[in-house]
């Protein structure tokens, strides 16, 4: 158990999602806000890259600053729902064409 990682090595974001099987310390779900990809090493380019096809995997075919950008995903306090009426039956689950889940 020496490769063992410990509960405090793990992120956040690993602890909340899940870690990503290529760096088992973080999520994989970090956006990228790096400078433009041509002035990294290639590790570094590489490492980006694996982690944005991670990604678009996930998230169909989006990268988490993408999402960021469109405010998507946000850390913004946002305010608790308050929709007091019933769904229309033409608009429930059961009815759609394509089931996503």
Same mark, same amino acid.
């Given at each position: ?38 002035? *990294?090493?290639?590790? $570094? =380019? @590489?490492?980006?890259?694996? +982690? ?35 769904? *229309?039956?033409?608009? $429930? =689950? @059961?009815?759609?064409?394509? +089931?996503?889940?």
């Amino acid at each position: 158990m020496a490769n063992a990682i410990s509960n405090q090595q793990i992120g956040p974001g690993a602890r909340k999602y899940g870690i990503w099987p290529e760096y088992p310390t973080h999520s994989g779900f970090t956006p990228s806000h790096l400078p433009p990809i041509f002035n *990294l090493p290639e590790v $570094q =380019r @590489d490492y980006i890259k694996k +982690r944005e096809s991670y990604q678009r995997a996930h998230f169909f075919g989006f990268t988490s600053a993408e999402l960021w950008n469109m405010d998507i995903l946000t850390t913004r306090t946002l305010r608790p729902g308050n929709l007091q009426n019933q769904i *229309l039956k033409i608009m $429930q =689950r @059961d009815r759609w064409e394509v +089931r996503m889940f």
